[in-house]
């Protein structure tokens, strides 16, 4: 499946952004996806996940509250609704994939198997 993020842009602290990633080549309901980012000189950490039905969500600690994750299968696309923004949350965000039979709630970067190409998220203070 390919993926392709967009969405990103430049924010004051406060605001909102939503974040699409849109797949293709493979059936879309097939995959429990998720949303990771990375700071520079950071790791990739993990945002949010979405099982396959949309049935199940599992959020971050540091965003829980504030993120939403939501999934539109009908039109092969995932969404990160992301309000009361915070300067620590710029960086680059990535929508992932993994199988439909697989533990959607893993939030380990290793155990998805499709990357989107990313979106920058800059937030002012």
């Known amino acids: 499946v390919q993926l392709q993020a967009s969405g990103g842009g430049l924010v004051l602290a406060g605001g909102s952004l939503r974040l699409s990633c849109a797949a293709s080549?493979?059936?879309?309901?097939?995959?429990?996806m998720g949303w990771f980012r990375q700071a520079p000189g950071k790791e990739r950490e993990f945002v949010a996940a979405i099982s396959w039905s949309g049935s199940s969500r599992v959020y971050a600690y540091s965003v829980k509250g504030r993120f939403t994750i939501s999934r539109d299968n009908a039109k092969n696309t995932v969404y990160l609704q992301m309000n009361s923004l915070k300067p620590e949350d710029t960086a680059v965000y990535y929508c992932?994939?993994?199988?439909?039979?697989?533990?959607?709630?893993?939030?380990?970067?290793?155990?998805?198997?499709?990357w989107g190409q990313g979106t920058q998220v800059t937030v002012s203070s």
């Open positions: 992932a994939a993994r199988p439909y039979y697989s533990d959607y709630g893993t939030q380990e970067p290793r155990d998805y198997d499709y």
């Open positions: 080549g493979r059936t879309f309901s097939s995959y429990h």
